[in-house]
């Protein structure tokens, strides 16, 4: 097995993940245009359609391998992917292209914990900072060409944003050509049910779901806030890709920091998120939100994969199908819950004030500390 290649194929399954949602995020308003006549609700589920089906997707993972072995599944999600993703090109009514969102989910959903759990199944622990942050650096690398791409496709039309989704052949050659047929049967942990697992997985599941309810309130709420105090769509545009940029080379650099800060590493993204948003609360200047906005990108770039690797490292190879759809299923919830959340609780407590989310992510940050100290208190890394 060559492990190079190998590792390209895993991290190039993670590039397309988060695509699932970046991709048809700058198309929206030439969406909505186009669908005028159609419930407002309905379009604003073109985005989170995806997550829904995703984390529905991530519950049956565990069934889905008993069935399929890994490259059979890899393939089968990337047919999914980029069906649906670009099918989306063809779709002439509100329904058609929900139904489009909802099967891409499903593929996303068959893909996310093979581009993770792969990782742990074939690599040794001490490898594992190093690939996660790899893995999570494409993530965010996957935002930024998914965001540039269906921006420049959507100024010819509000269709040609889904065709970003062909970028899955890449990855389907790749897979076809250098991934393992593995036959991942399901541990017994896994088999226990879902409740057996998140007890033993919790720290990291909770985690997950905090850490992705906080993030989550930077995209949703920065363009509003910002415009607000007479920022331009360019400049918005350019800072929000600039947060993924930051993330992308914290991910590069993660197993150097794991290994360099590995006992107080666990609170380096409650506290960036926490210092980050605080900043953007008390000093809502544009000098206040870019600074607030590396802070969160920082934080980020350091949580996900610090999550991942803590959770890799503990499920070792049964990962991909205990621990692993576990928290893709807390991640995509936590993007889907955190406008629910964060938006009323801002409009009831701080009326009138725009930076009152920036005040309520404060809050959930706090939660996100306590949760860390209480259940990474004792938490000890294998050695190196």
């Known amino acids: 097995m060559n492990k190079s290649r190998l590792t390209a194929t895993i991290l190039s399954i993670s590039l397309l993940t988060v695509m699932a949602g970046a991709a048809v995020a700058p198309a929206l308003g030439a969406v909505r245009d186009y ?35 890994t490259r059979t599944l890899s393939i089968v999600g990337l047919l999914l992917y980029v069906a649906a993703g670009a099918g989306a090109f063809f779709a002439d009514n509100i329904v058609s292209l929900l139904v489009f969102r909802a099967l891409l989910g499903v593929s996303v959903g068959m893909l996310m914990p093979l581009s993770t759990g792969l990782l742990a199944y074939y690599f040794a622990p001490q490898e594992m900072a190093r690939l996660m942050g790899l893995s999570a650096a494409m993530n965010q690398m996957g935002g930024v060409v998914a965001t540039l791409l269906a921006g420049v496709l959507s100024s010819i039309a509000w269709n040609y944003a889904f065709l970003v989704y062909l970028l899955g052949l890449a990855a389907l050659v790749m897979v076809v050509l250098y991934l393992p047929n593995e036959h991942l049967q399901p541990s017994a942990s896994a088999k226990a049910g879902t409740m057996a697992v998140l007890k033993h997985f919790h720290p990291s599941v909770v985690g997950m779901l905090l850490l992705m309810t ?7 709420n920065f363009a509003l806030v910002a415009r607000s105090l007479g920022w331009s769509p360019t400049w918005i545009t350019g800072v929000m890709v600039g947060l993924d940029v930051v993330a992308f080379f914290v991910g590069l650099a993660f197993g150097k920091l794991m290994s360099t800060f590995r006992v107080i590493i666990k609170y380096f993204a409650p506290i960036g998120f926490l210092i980050g948003y605080g900043v953007m609360a008390l000093c809502p200047t544009a000098v206040g939100l870019m600074a607030g906005s590396v802070l969160i990108g920082l934080a980020n770039g350091v949580g996900v994969p610090y999550l991942n690797t ?26 889907f819950v955190s406008p629910l959340i964060v938006m009323p609780t801002a409009l009831y407590c701080f009326p009138c004030n725009p930076s009152g989310v920036w005040c309520v992510a404060v809050g959930l940050c706090l939660l996100f500390l306590l949760q860390t100290f209480l259940t990474r208190k004792f938490h000890r890394l294998p050695p190196e």
């Open 35 to 69: 669908f005028s006549d159609a419930n407002p609700l309905l379009v604003q589920m073109v985005v989170s359609m995806p997550a829904l089906f995703i984390i529905l997707t991530n519950f049956c993972f565990p069934l889905l391998c008993r069935h399929l072995r």
């Open 214 to 220: 906080i993030f989550f309130v930077y995209p949703t």
């Open 310 to 335: 803590i959770a890799g490292i503990k499920g070792g190879k049964d990962s991909t199908t205990t621990v692993m759809p576990m928290l893709s299923a807390a991640l995509y919830l936590g993007q």
